[in-house]
Structure formats: C-alpha cells, structure tokens
C-alpha cells in the first residue's frame, strides 16, 4: 500500500514493454491500471519491443515520451533483471515522469533532455510496499501500481530516495563516441523498412561532405534530407524523425544490404 496521495487531475499514462501480444501479460497491466487509476487514459507506445533488448527500447522510449501531455507518466518495463536486486527508477524530466528498471532504459531520455530539468528517484521500496509481488512480473506488481498512484498525485519523493541522475545505470550504447572526423556508435534499431536508427543523435554529424561507414560494413554514406533524395540503391545518412541519425536505402532494407543487425557498433569517419 502506497502512501495516501493529493487530489490532483489524472495524468495519461503511457505503456511500453517487450511483452508482445499473445500472451495475457499487456492485458494484466492494463487491467491493475484500469482498476487503481480509471480516470487515467493509457497510450501504448509498444510492446513488440524485442525480448530483453533494453537498448531498442530505449530509443523508444526517447524519441517518443515529449510527445505526451507534459504531465504524462510513462511506465517502460523491459527488465531481464526482474526480482534480483536490480532498483526500480523513477525519472522526472520537466513535468513527465519515467518509471522503469535500473538498466539503462531511462538513459537515452535523460541524455536528449538537454532543456529540460531531470530529477531521479530510487523507487525500489515499492516492492516492499505490495503484499503480493510475483518475483517474476514486477510489471504488473510493482510497476502497473506505482504507476497509477503517480498519475493520481503520489509524490514520487515521499516513497523513495532522490539521488543524482548520474548514478543510473548507463551503458555504452547509450554515449556514442564523436571526435574531430570520428564518430563511434551503435545500432539502436532497425525498422521494418530496414532503416537502421543509430544513437548519434541528429546534428552530431556535419551535414555536408563525404562520410564513411568504416565498420562493420564498408561505404560512402551522403547524407540526404529525404528517403526518395537518397541515389538509387546507394545507402545514406539522414536525420530521422525519431531524432536520431539513420542509415537507410531508398526503397530497400539498408540492413540487408550493409549486413547491419540491432547492437552492432558502427564507426563513421569524414574529413573536417
């Protein structure tokens, strides 16, 4: 049982999980949010997330959360640590709260929030705060819960600890490497036209000039401003929508044809 919280209007509620929909699990959650937060309307972002793949859900969940209300609460479970002592986080970024495991699935947000003020929590008490958590779906447990009281006005900061942003978990994929005529990367995502999203975000790379995909492929890559600009057959960089750099070939699976697959590291060089 969580801690009363003050009236206040409810707050959409987004969803995004790597729990596909076959299974019962998407409407479990669905169901807790339904029964504790009614009010609260739920936007799915996605849950056809690759199973485990916290990078890919990452950039999800980055390139998508500034498009709800600014008052949103976005619940983000991709956890192959469920039940091991990994925390559960909370992120506030301007008035939007983030909810997910300690993984490294917050930090593609934070890092593109370059505007906005960050303020984090350690929720992890929240386990303790349930009577029954089933060890291995905190989603609809711990999560599907926190989430709702959140939305209704809990106060993140009266049930867990504020702590620095810093010390959330951030792995490599999630801080590209760019250098004077280098950038060092890595395949976030792969989309179901084979454009291939990096984690350079758009205006790291200069626009202009030749650049080279050097690693793991081979290639000049021009960059262009729209998928039909691109030359015939010839793969491209362009500045995705998503907010992020993408290698693509108009009308064809860039990662087919460049032998490019999700967590792949990618290495670009150009001359200043």
Request: glycine letters at 10%; a negative charge.
């Amino acid at each position: 049982m969580f801690a009363k919280k003050k009236e206040s209007p409810p707050r959409t509620i987004g969803l995004l999980t790597d729990f596909g929909v076959t299974d019962p699990y998407v409407g479990q959650v669905k169901a807790v949010l339904a029964r504790k937060a009614p009010a609260c309307p739920v936007v799915d972002i996605s849950h056809r997330v690759e199973p485990y793949n916290v990078a890919q859900a990452a950039f999800f969940l980055a390139s998508s959360y500034m498009h709800f209300p600014k008052d949103a609460v976005i619940m983000a479970v991709v956890d192959p640590g469920v039940g091991t002592s990994r925390r559960i986080a909370g992120v506030r970024i301007g008035e939007r709260f983030l909810l997910a495991p300690d993984n490294g699935l917050l930090s593609l947000a934070m890092r593109n929030a370059w505007t906005e003020e960050i303020a984090a929590y350690d929720l992890t008490v929240a386990v303790q705060a349930r009577s029954k958590v089933a060890q291995t779906f905190h989603g609809r447990d711990v999560f599907a819960p926190l989430t709702a009281w959140i939305a209704l006005g809990g106060d993140p900061g009266s049930l867990g600890t504020e702590m620095d942003p810093a010390e959330l978990v951030s792995p490599l994929w999630a801080s590209p490497t760019v250098e004077p005529g280098r950038a060092a990367g890595h395949v976030l995502h792969i989309d179901r036209f084979g454009n291939c999203v990096l984690n350079l975000p758009t205006g790291t790379l200069p626009a202009a000039g030749r650049i080279e995909l050097v690693s793991p492929a081979h290639g000049e890559l021009g960059f262009s401003s729209a998928y039909a600009d691109l030359p015939d057959g010839r793969p491209g960089l362009l500045e995705g929508s998503q907010g992020f750099l993408e290698i693509a070939v108009n009308q064809r699976s860039a990662a087919r044809q460049l032998g490019l697959s999700m967590g792949d590291r990618v290495e670009l060089t150009w001359e200043e």
